[in-house]
């Protein structure tokens, strides 16, 4: 592969393209179906609104309910064989949809439309739980060193980015000039370009060498999970960045509930412009993942992640008492960049401190709880807007607070004091991970599940 056209090595590269192109697809998927329902299927009923919030429930309950376990067996499969496995399936499932969508909408009732299409999105995002633990881990294995981790984790970062860029502005056309069929057919023919990509990485031997130990030890489900569970705990490093990740998403979760709100009450601009504020962040988004590679090996992730807190928590702080809409935008950008970058950081770091057997689990861990932080801070962002601090105005050392502003910065100051905690809490980078569990004797597993 020319040497211009390659990211970080060319399997990387060929890796990359493939879920950049699935990336879109999904992007172009779950836009598709938002706008199908909310214009079509629900189109003038006082229903609507919670017809749409069930796409984006069933996503969240498959990262919940089988994200942890589904690390489980990926850390027993070969994991290139699930990577492609698993783009057979959600493509598979998709061309389905796509077959049943060359029916006229009136052929079949509401509910079971809405029906079939929160099972597929269900269905679909329950097999992302298999696929992206296993891509984590053939990843770690095809780009070693802490500064190409970072900059691997960087550039997915941006390529979601700018995905979320291009996928909904062409959803739209797709759905309403060639019709919903057409739309979802993108989406499954991304997963064939992925699994074409994934084909032609050969599997990393240290994978190999692996997948034949675990067979070898192979023990029951229920163990194997509680191993993985035990170890996350035990972890000193891994608890420290599931912490920071969690209180992290205060800041997001408050963000993407009230900013709308934010936009519209303290920086007296139109709902029209609320746009801008997302796509400030978007490309500040991609600027700090695009840079954090660079970052990561000037300082170390360990320093950019607490840095990056420190940073983006008292942005945060001054952006929640802006009263001008232009300030507020160049504000969202540069708040992006920091926050993209300690979220880059804690790729390489998460795989320092995890063996290979375990990586798996760990990541089926990490992520649905940093998920499920995310839906409360939004939850509680929105109850204390709506109610806990509704009609609150005050002041102090005189500036004065409502209630939006209050709640954005108490998510700030939660920040700032998360990256004290990093900077005291995650150990030294230089010091060995903690080590995994001795394995049971060979034949302890003679009950378990295969």
Known sequence: MNR???????????????????????????????????TELAKGRSWAPEAVSGVVLSTGLAVLFVGPLAGVFVDRWDKRATMLRTEVFRGSLVAVL?????????????????????????TLNAA????????????????????????????AQATGQVAWIIGPPLAAPLLFTVGLQWALLFNALSYAVSWVAIRSVPA???LVAEQDRKRAERKSLAKEFTAGIRFFGGNRFLVALLVLAVIGQLGIGALNTLNVFFATRNLHASAQLYGYLGMAMGIGGIAGALCAGRVVEWIGARRTTWVGLLVSGSLLVLYSRQSVFASGVVLLFVFAVPLTMLNTAMSPLLLAATPREFRG??????????????????????????SGLRGFAGSLAGLRFGPIDTIFTAAGVAVLAAGLYARSALPDPQAPPAPAPDPAPAGAGAEGTS
């Open 4 to 38: 211009r056209l390659t990211l970080i090595n060319p399997a990387y590269t060929r890796l990359w393209l493939g879920q950049a192109i699935s990336s879109v697809g999904d992007a172009v998927f779950s836009t598709t179906l938002v706008l199908w329902v909310a």
């Open 361 to 386: 689990r760990v990541v089926a861990v990490f992520y649905p709880v940093t998920q499920l932080s995310s839906m409360l801070a939004a939850v509680l962002a929105g109850w204390l807007a709506g």
């Open 98 to 122: 796509t077959a049943v969508a060359f029916l006229p909408a009136r052929d079949l009732p509401i509910g079971a439309w809405l029906v079939l299409i929160y099972l597929t999105v269900l």
């Open 204 to 206: 990393p031997a240290g």
């Open 128 to 155: 992302s739980q298999f696929f992206n633990p296993a891509r984590f881990s053939v990843i770690a294995e095809l780009v070693t060193g802490e500064a190409d981790r970072a900059r691997a984790a960087g550039i």
